[in-house]
C-alpha cells in the first residue's frame, strides 16, 4: 500500500494560542484538516459567547486564502460559568463545547474549576441543550503523585459524574492511561475520548531516560510503556469511542527549556502522518479513516467533510525547529524521519 484515501479528518482538540501566535498556529491547523475544537485556556480564558465570537475573528482573519477550514468554538468553565451562558452558547452556531480545566491542572488554567459540585446547574443546562463537556480528566491536589492524576480522576469524579447525568456528552480529553481507555471503551456511547499523537507515539522512558527531554513534556504527563499501549490498542480497535485530538500546543524554545518549563508539544507540523506512523506499525491503516474523520463527527453530532486527503508512503525528515513568535519552538518528533506524508 503506497497511497491511503480518507475523508478529510477533524482535530478535536487544538490550541492556538492567541494575537501572533496565530499567524503561526492557524495555518498549521488547516494542513489536512477541515475543522478543529479550539480550546479557550487564554489568559484571560473565553468564558463567554462574546469573547468566543472575538476570538472566532481573530482566528479566522489568520486563515489562509482559499481555505474553508473551520474553528469549533469552547467555552471555558469557571466556578461562575451560568446556565444562562450555557443556553447563549447552545444558540451562538459557533460553540461545539465546554471545557472543564481543574484550577492549576495545565498551562492558563488557573481560572478552572474549583469543586465539581459547584457545577450541578451548568451540567444539567449542559445536558439539556445537548452541549459536549470536554473535560481535562486530572485531579489536581498535592498529595497525587502526577502519574496518578487521570487514574484517580476517573475514580474520584468521572464514574459518579457519568452515573448522575447519562444523557450529557463528556469527552475525556487526552486520555493516557489504561484505565482512561478502559473506562471510556465500557461506557455508554455520550462518553468519547481524543487522543494525542505524544501520547501513542511515546513514554515516559522517552522523555526521563537518559536525560531530561522537555519538549515532550505535556499534561496529562506521559506515563509508562503498559499505558501507551493500551492507547494505541484502544486508537487501532476500531472502536467509535476514541477520535482524533492533538492537543497540539505551541510554546517558544526557551519557555520550553528554561528553569520551570511549559507543559505542551506542538504537533500540526506532520499530525496526520504522525497517526498514520502509529496505525502502520499497528497494521491497522484500515482504521485510521474512521478514528481521524468519522467517528469525532459522529460524536458531536456534525457531518463528515466532503472533502478527502492523500498520504503517500515516501519518507520524509521533520523540521528541527520552527519560526515562531520572532523565535523558534521545537516541533513534536523534531529531526525523525517519517515514512507518510501529506500529498499537499
Request: proline share 6%; charged share 20%.
Amino acid at each position: 500500500m503506497n497511497t491511503i484515501t480518507i475523508i478529510q479528518p477533524d482535530d478535536w482538540h487544538l490550541h492556538l494560542r492567541d494575537k501572533q501566535a496565530l499567524a503561526t498556529t492557524v495555518p498549521a491547523a488547516t494542513r489536512g484538516f477541515g475543522r478543529g475544537i479550539i480550546m479557550p485556556n487564554l489568559n484571560p480564558p473565553i468564558t463567554n459567547v462574546r469573547l468566543a465570537n472575538d476570538y472566532r475573528k481573530r482566528i479566522l482573519a489568520q486563515r489562509p486564502d482559499g481555505s474553508d477550514w473551520q474553528p469549533l468554538m469552547v467555552l471555558y468553565l469557571t466556578d461562575n460559568t451560568s446556565p444562562d451562558e450555557i443556553h447563549a452558547a447552545s444558540e451562538s452556531g459557533f460553540i461545539y463545547g465546554c471545557k472543564y480545566y481543574p484550577a492549576g491542572a495545565t498551562t492558563n488554567s488557573d481560572s478552572g474549576v474549583t469543586d465539581l459540585n459547584k457545577m450541578h446547574a451548568v451540567f444539567e443546562a449542559m445536558q439539556s441543550v445537548g452541549m459536549v463537556l470536554q473535560m481535562h480528566g486530572e485531579v489536581t491536589s498535592n498529595e497525587i503523585d502526577i502519574f496518578d492524576r487521570e487514574a484517580v480522576f476517573i475514580e474520584r469524579h468521572l464514574k459518579s459524574l457519568v452515573a448522575e447525568y447519562p444523557s450529557l456528552k463528556i469527552v475525556l480529553e487526552h486520555i493516557t492511561t489504561q484505565q482512561g481507555a478502559d473506562f471510556v471503551i465500557d461506557a455508554g456511547d455520550n462518553v468519547g475520548a481524543s487522543i494525542t499523537p505524544q501520547h501513542l507515539i511515546y513514554n515516559r522512558n522517552h522523555m526521563l531516560a537518559g536525560g531530561i527531554r522537555p519538549h515532550l513534556f505535556c499534561l496529562p504527563i506521559l506515563k509508562r510503556d503498559i499505558h501507551q499501549q493500551a492507547l494505541i490498542n484502544a486508537a487501532t480497535s476500531g472502536s467509535h469511542k476514541v477520535f482524533l485530538g492533538t492537543d497540539s500546543a505551541p510554546h517558544t524554545q526557551g519557555t520550553k527549556e528554561s528553569a520551570c518549563g511549559c507543559a505542551g508539544c506542538f504537533s500540526h507540523h506532520a499530525a496526520i502522518e504522525l497517526y498514520a506512523e502509529v496505525f502502520d506499525k499497528a497494521g491497522a491503516l484500515d482504521k485510521l479513516e474512521a478514528f481521524a474523520s468519522t467517528n469525532g463527527p459522529d460524536f458531536y453530532g456534525l457531518p463528515y467533510n466532503q472533502s478527502t486527503i492523500e498520504l503517500q508512503k515516501q519518507q520524509w525528515k521533520l523540521p528541527e525547529s520552527l519560526p515562531f513568535e520572532n523565535t523558534q519552538l521545537i516541533p513534536l518528533g523534531a529531526g525523525t524521519t517519517l515514512n507518510w506524508k501529506l500529498a499537499e
